[in-house]
């Protein structure tokens, strides 16, 4: 299992994403998490929903992690910094656009033997 965390300014936007990459992607090898916005709904993003997304995805085997925008990258990279270094392993913040990168990747993606050369197409758009 690889695990997608979606992280946007906008909750809509990573709900909306993850709900398109459930229903088209169909792919059991992937679980698509939405990590965006911040709790009183405003837009923003939040290093702690992004570290409590991780957390719930130990089981993977990868956790790539895809942002929109600035802050939502130093968010992902700060909730990164707030794992174990064992677990920091498991996990990748993906250099390629929110929508189209992890879409990709959810179509792809059959196992881990092919996720680099899917990350590095992805980090090519």
């Given amino acids: 299992m690889i695990s997608l965390i979606l992280v946007s300014h906008s909750k809509m936007i990573t709900d909306g994403l993850k709900q398109m ?3 088209m992607a169909n792919n059991s090898n992937v679980n698509a998490i939405s990590a965006g916005g911040i709790t009183n709904g405003d837009f ?3 290093p702690i929903t ?15 992690i895809f942002t929109d ?19 920091q392993n498991k996990v990748h913040l993906v250099d390629a656009p929110l929508v189209e990168g992890a879409f990709i990747t959810a179509v792809q993606i059959t196992d881990l033997s092919c996720l680099n050369d899917v990350i590095a197409e992805v980090e090519a758009i």
Avoid: F, H, P, W
Wanted: net charge negative; charged share 20%; proline share 0%.
């Fill in 21 to 23: 990459i459930d229903g």
């Fill in 44 to 46: 923003g993003t939040n």
């Fill in 50 to 64: 992004i570290y409590d997304a991780i957390m719930t995805e130990l089981q993977s085997e990868k956790i790539l």
């Fill in 69 to 87: 925008i600035g802050s939502a990258v130093l968010s992902a990279e700060t909730a990164i910094d707030m794992l174990e270094s064992e677990l």
